[in-house]
């Protein structure tokens, strides 16, 4: 595969300031006024104002030149415009106009972390010692920014310009709904999912250890208890984890449609990452959601919504 991770994303808000004490809040590195970063990642997330909360813009690292002559070729075929210089190719998505630039970048070097050490029935892991994030005191820093999600009013023409375009590979589909795709070798790095309206609906960031997606959490809640809507749960697709929390901070588009919540999500995902998920839509399709164990939501948060209203057929790729 060409492609090999994302690179910044840009997202628009109302209010640049509120969203970005936000994000300090959740352990992005501010390292100028809007730009964030991650441990390993580097700079990895700008904000920037919009009259609505939307993706503006996102970076995709390829390998060589090579690959960029061949996404060319495809916008070509697709009929969607894009400008090429030596390292980079600059485009634009058709429904979301999301402004995508593809560049040429050496591949991530992660940092290898001993696995944590737990004890189980009939296995003592860590015999006489105690679980290590007692002694953990030091802020919960994201390691590199995991995935993100939009709302697209033409779900499957977005898509293609991700896959046929820019070269995306499928993971899982949800037919006529969402599709989970990859330009790395994690499950997804874009879902993009039938909606009312274009929008953003969240980022993923990876973080150590489950136990730092607790600590997150705790932090996050602890002087903002009102944060917190539902946890812990998980999903199929991808294996996710998750734990949901408002977000008051981040507002909501003035045009969207029909009720709305926002909410923060803390989640597990293939290792472990920590979600801000922005806002979720009751009218968006309930087969997005799949849980094979959740602990309760709460009921204000869903109120209206039939009990089995997250059941639905996912489709592996």
Not at 26 to 43: D, K, S
Not at 174 to 191: E, I, K, Q, W, Y
Request: glycine share 10%.
């Amino acid at each position: 595969m060409a492609l090999h991770r994302l690179q910044p994303l840009t997202v628009g808000v109302p209010d640049v300031a509120g969203a970005a004490d936000y994000y300090i809040d959740f352990g992005l590195e501010q390292v100028a006024p809007g730009r964030f970063a991650t441990v390993e990642g580097g700079e990895q997330f700008f904000l920037e104002y919009s009259p609505v909360r939307r993706l503006l813009g996102m970076a995709v690292a390829t390998d060589d030149g090579d690959d960029l002559d061949r996404i060319s070729a495809n916008l070509d075929r697709l009929q969607l415009p894009c400008e090429r210089d030596t390292g980079s190719l600059r485009t634009r998505e058709p429904i979301a106009g999301v402004s995508v630039e593809v560049r040429v970048a050496p591949r991530l070097t992660r940092v290898t972390v001993a696995a944590t050490s737990y004890n189980g029935p009939g296995r003592l892991d860590r015999a006489g010692t105690r679980a290590p994030v007692l002694s953990r005191t030091d802020p919960v820093r994201p390691l590199a920014l995991g995935h993100v999600v939009i709302g697209s009013v033409e779900q499957e023409s977005t898509q293609r310009f991700f896959t046929e375009g820019l070269g995306f590979k499928v993971s899982d589909v949800v037919p006529g709904t969402a599709a989970f795709m990859r330009c790395s070798t994690d499950h997804h790095n874009v879902l993009v999912q039938q909606a009312p309206l274009n929008f953003l609906h969240h980022t993923s960031w990876q973080v150590t250890d489950v136990e730092e997606v607790g600590r997150g959490a705790t932090s996050m809640l602890t002087e903002h208890p009102e944060r917190h809507v539902w946890g812990l749960g998980r999903h199929h697709n991808g294996s996710h984890g998750q734990r949901f929390g408002r977000c008051r901070r981040l507002f909501p588009p003035p045009d969207c449609p029909g009720p709305q919540r926002k909410i923060v999500c803390v989640r597990v995902d293939r290792g472990v990452t920590m979600v801000v998920c922005h806002v979720l839509l009751k009218s968006l399709s309930p087969k997005l959601s799949r849980f094979p164990w959740r602990v309760g939501i709460s009921p204000g948060w869903m109120a209206g919504r039939p009990s089995n209203a997250r059941r639905g057929a996912i489709s592996r790729r």
